[in-house]
């Protein structure tokens, strides 16, 4: 279950009744999330900013609300700028590497956690971004910060008719 923040969307949007819209990541190339995190300016001392990833790690869910269609592949990333645009000294923080259209049904969820100690230095702006490989059609994305988030791909399945005593 997820708890879901205005302040931690990075992708998308929910409305005022609920529901969830995603961002849309046709095309192909970079396509960089709608909002972008502040984290605080460098001249305030680093509390704020060094805080990002110490002491537990931070995880963003990526929903995908529409399947891609058409294209090769889509890579998930977590990522740090200068700007608020994304677009300045961007440093990928973490990444899923590219994940194959047919493995992102609507509905799948894939997380990404920025590890406790990070490689790079802290930068003043963070987001995220998907990098499609092939022009990308219906694609969308909703991502946010969550807690504990666990992915499809870490459940772990026994066999049946067996029971734990």
Same mark, same amino acid.
């Given at each position: ?5 205005? +302040? ?13 819209? $995603?961002?849309?990541?046709?095309? !192909? ?8 995190? /502040?984290?605080?300016?460098?001249? +305030?001392?680093?509390? #704020?900013? %060094?805080? +990002? ?7 963003? /869910?990526?929903? &995908?609300? @529409? !399947?891609?269609?058409? $294209?090769?592949?889509?890579?998930? #990333?977590?990522? *740090?700028?200068? /700007? ?6 961007? *440093? =990928?923080? =973490? %990444? ?13 969820? &894939? ?15 963070? $987001?995220?971004?998907?990098?499609? &490989?092939?022009?990308?059609? @219906?694609?969308? &994305?909703? !991502?946010?910060?969550? #807690?504990?988030? *666990?992915? *499809?791909? /870490? #459940?772990? +399945? ?5 029971? =734990?005593?």
């Amino acid at each position: 279950m997820a708890i879901y923040d205005g +302040l931690t969307i990075l992708c998308g949007a929910i409305s005022s009744a609920g529901a969830i819209t $995603g961002q849309a990541c046709n095309g !192909a190339g970079s396509i960089i999330s709608t909002n972008t995190m /502040d984290l605080g300016s460098l001249a +305030l001392g680093g509390n #704020q900013i %060094s805080a +990002l990833g110490q002491g537990k790690s931070i995880t963003v /869910d990526f929903h &995908v609300r @529409t !399947a891609p269609t058409v $294209g090769t592949s889509c890579e998930f #990333q977590l990522i *740090q700028a200068d /700007d608020a645009a994304l677009t300045s000294g961007v *440093q =990928v923080l =973490v %990444s899923t590497g590219p994940v194959p259209i047919a493995n992102l049904p609507a509905g799948r969820h &894939v997380y990404l956690s920025v590890p406790p100690t990070g490689q790079y230095l802290p930068k003043r702006y963070f $987001g995220a971004r998907v990098v499609n &490989v092939g022009v990308i059609a @219906t694609h969308t &994305v909703f !991502a946010c910060l969550v #807690q504990d988030g *666990q992915s *499809q791909l /870490d #459940q772990t +399945l026994f066999r049946t008719g067996y029971s =734990v005593a």
